[in-house]
């Protein structure tokens, strides 16, 4: 939906923008010259209101000098700078809720045309922690959000609900590359957050830049069975390759992540998820004869960045 609203913005703006320049061009002389001799046959004694009729504004041309400086602003905002997004499931939990609206930077992993997303500008790479907004590999139409795990050259390895990594490390310096280290977990607090009627537990988990916190459900026992197979290692094993991505969410048993369809191409980046610009709850029974698309309440608290 996004890419579709991104091609319609694309579209307004250079159609409008077209119909302004023929008639500036073309059409715009022809009214004045038109308006000059109305003048000239009255002597300068001619009303604003004759003037329209002597020289009328198109309707179509009225509607493009209106309307394409603003498509032409929010399309450069948009594609270049920020987009809203909305999150629609939990597998983000704690770190984003259902309801919360967030604003991505779209420049921080390279400027890409709004259309076929062509990088014409590359300004950074993500780190490790960034919370992603990134195509989806499997459907480029649908917009996927998670933090990123593992870098270009990383080993990962999920076992037993623990995530181990190991640096990439260039081949001349192995003596001194650091080896497979489990990421430091620290149980938190049980009960904060429901699946069902099942309590989670949430643990905040170092990744070195960055300290966030995530949930496991202690009701799910996790297998390797669906994990994504990448060749040449153990199910629960994966060699990040280079220009891809290893994502998880911070929900761990429930989020469909790189553990199950594997990585993320650095083409298939949207940018990094920054803040919260506003968060609501929608907190109402099925029975309700009110639209569930009608919030509920305002969650002022949870405006600020992203960890």
Not at 137 to 145: A, S, V
Not at 200 to 228: G, I, K, Q
Not at 234 to 249: C, I
Not at 280 to 289: A, G, I, K, T, V
Request: proline share 8%; aromatic share 12%.
């Amino acid at each position: 939906m996004a890419t579709y609203f991104s091609i319609i913005l694309v579209v307004i703006t250079l159609g409008s923008g077209l119909i302004w320049l023929v008639d500036s061009l073309l059409w715009a002389p022809k009214r004045k010259a038109r308006i000059d001799l109305a003048r000239a046959n009255t002597q300068g004694d001619i009303d604003a209101e004759t003037l329209e009729k002597v020289a009328p504004l198109p309707y179509i041309v009225d509607t493009a000098q209106q309307i394409f400086p603003v498509i032409a602003v929010v399309l450069i905002l948009r594609s270049f700078l920020y987009e809203p997004f909305q999150i629609p499931s939990g597998s983000m939990m704690p770190t984003l809720l259902v309801g919360d609206f967030i604003l991505v930077e779209k420049f921080t992993y390279g400027l890409k045309d709004p259309v076929v997303r062509h990088k014409f500008m590359d300004v950074g790479a993500p780190e490790r922690g960034d919370v992603v907004v990134f195509k989806f590999p499997d459907d480029p139409t649908i917009d996927y959000i998670k933090r990123v795990i593992g870098l270009p050259g990383d080993k990962i390895i999920y076992r037993n609900k623990q995530v181990f990594i190991k640096p990439a490390c260039d081949q001349a310096e192995q003596s001194t590359c650091p080896g497979l280290e489990p990421v430091d977990m620290k149980f938190e607090a049980r009960g904060e957050f429901y699946h069902g009627m099942v309590p989670l537990e949430r643990y905040s988990e170092d990744l070195l830049t960055v300290n966030h916190d995530m949930l496991h459900n202690p009701a799910v026992r996790r297998s390797a069975e669906p994990f994504y197979q990448q060749p040449g290692t153990q199910r629960d094993e994966w060699l990040v390759p280079e220009g891809q991505y290893f994502v998880m969410g911070d929900n761990r048993d429930n989020s469909r992540d790189s553990r199950f369809w594997g990585f993320v191409p650095d083409d298939n980046l949207v940018g990094k998820a920054v803040a919260i610009w506003i968060s609501f709850e929608f907190d109402r029974p099925p029975s309700s004869s009110v639209p569930g698309w009608i919030p509920t309440d305002v969650r002022f608290s949870r405006v600020g960045g992203i960890h």
